[in-house]
């Protein structure tokens, strides 16, 4: 158990609507992630963050917004979800031995 | 920038089988090399990894060993179970991200 929960698992939800999914970690690690999962296209990185209000952008970050106000928690923001959306997203952790570990994924479906 | 190409699924094998998946990476330095294994429903864990050139990472029965000379990772194993159907990713980590090929599906038949 790496110590990292995502909150929802599952979601459905209408274009046009706002969502937030939640990462949280009991590991105390500085780096946390958001990728998503898609078909063809393994996982791609949308933000980063390397501390309390420290983050980035990564490959896939158009349409996303982050915050991480606190060391456990990381939150990925959809402010007007689109269809192009509908994705597979998974949270990681990233200790100093280089590694990700990895939650077990949020499904989001935009209708 | 860096990347990762793995081979095109999906593999079907038959138990007992031998395994190779093959990955091969472009990077400007020696990254750190990683293969993660998705079972069905599941997040992504980590299988194996190796941090310099000529390390033999290991695990369950899985070897890659990091070839600085053919920019390779190649993933083996030498007799597969069913147990072993799953996705499988290789990864190269860059500075402050790890960047995934697009994943090989394996099918283990009985």
């Known amino acids: 158990d790496a110590g990292i929960t995502q909150s929802p698992r599952h979601k459905v939800t209408e274009t046009g609507t706002p969502v937030t999914l939640r990462c949280h970690q009991t590991?105390?690690?500085?780096?946390m992630y958001w990728y998503r999962q898609d078909p063809g296209h393994g996982l791609r990185l949308i933000h980063y963050?390397?501390?309390?209000?420290?983050?980035d952008k990564g490959e896939v970050s158009d349409g996303y917004s982050v915050s991480r106000s606190k060391t456990e928690d990381f939150l990925l923001t959809l402010e007007s979800a689109t269809s192009s959306q509908t994705s597979v997203y998974f949270c990681?952790?990233?200790?100093?031995?280089?590694?990700?570990?990895f939650g077990e994924g949020s499904r989001l479906t935009v209708l | 920038g860096d990347s990762v190409t793995q081979m095109e699924g999906p593999v079907t094998l038959s138990e007992e089988a031998f395994l190779t998946i093959n990955c091969t990476y472009t990077?400007?330095?020696?990254?750190?090399l990683f293969w993660y294994v998705q079972y069905p429903g599941e997040g992504l864990q980590l299988l194996l990894k190796?941090?310099?050139?000529?390390d033999k990472g290991s695990n369950k029965g899985f070897e890659a060993t990091y070839r600085k000379e053919t920019t390779s990772f190649h993933l083996e194993k030498g007799s597969v179970q069913v147990s072993d159907s799953a996705v499988y990713f290789c990864?190269?980590?860059?500075?402050?991200?790890?960047?995934f090929g697009a994943g090989t599906t394996v099918t283990v038949r009985a």
């Open positions: 590991e105390n690690h500085r780096y």
């Open positions: 190796a941090t310099k050139a000529d």
């Open positions: 990681a952790i990233r200790p100093d031995t280089g590694e990700l570990f």
């Open positions: 990077a400007t330095g020696y990254p750190s």
């Open positions: 990864a190269l980590f860059d500075d402050y991200k790890l960047s």
């Open positions: 963050s390397y501390g309390v209000k420290d983050t």
